[in-house]
């Protein structure tokens, strides 16, 4: 009986352990993992396809740049965004980051912010509504 209640805990100890194995042989940190699964199922936050490799860094930044300032309560302005005014990015690239830029801080300010909610209960009214 002793046996018993020793056993099935070990098992089930070494099964979860080898289960955290799995998990980690598969090459790549799981946070990577979850990215990479947002951004094939196109999550809010991923790029526009249409969108060049310069472009798509400035997305990114921009997302980055409304995260940072909607944490720390500063009003949305993308013109504050000391990325966006001076970007370390060859200088005959800055106009296509910037733009890049500017359309994920939109993306992001409007995601932070809930837009995308009271567009959907908008959406929901008005079929109640009968319009």
């Given at each position: 009986?002793?046996?018993?209640?020793?056993?099935?805990?070990?098992?089930?100890l070494?099964?979860?352990?080898?289960?955290?194995?799995?998990?980690?042989?598969?090459?790549l940190?799981?946070?990577?993992?979850?990215?990479?699964?947002?951004?094939?199922?196109?999550g809010?936050?991923?790029?526009?396809?249409?969108?060049q490799?310069?472009?798509?860094?400035?997305?990114?930044?921009?997302?980055?740049?409304?995260?940072?300032?909607?944490?720390?309560?500063?009003?949305?302005?993308?013109?504050?965004?000391?990325?966006?005014?001076?970007?370390?990015?060859?200088?005959?690239?800055?106009?296509?980051?910037?733009?890049?830029?500017?359309?994920?801080?939109?993306?992001?300010?409007?995601?932070?912010?809930?837009?995308?909610?009271?567009?959907?209960?908008?959406?929901?009214?008005?079929?109640?509504?009968?319009?």
């Amino acid at each position: 009986m002793t046996f018993n209640r020793l056993v099935i805990p070990a098992i089930a100890l070494f099964l979860g352990v080898a289960g955290l194995g799995a998990n980690k042989a598969s090459g790549l940190p799981q946070e990577q993992h979850h990215d990479a699964y947002a951004q094939d199922r196109g999550g809010w936050d991923a790029p526009p396809q249409e969108l060049q490799e310069i472009q798509r860094q400035g997305f990114h930044d921009g997302i980055e740049g409304a995260h940072k300032d909607f944490d720390n309560h500063r009003r949305p302005d993308v013109s504050n965004r000391d990325e966006y005014r001076h970007p370390h990015v060859p200088r005959d690239q800055r106009d296509a980051y910037r733009e890049g830029f500017r359309r994920g801080y939109q993306v992001g300010v409007s995601h932070l912010m809930g837009d995308h909610d009271r567009d959907h209960d908008r959406d929901h009214d008005n079929d109640h509504d009968g319009h």
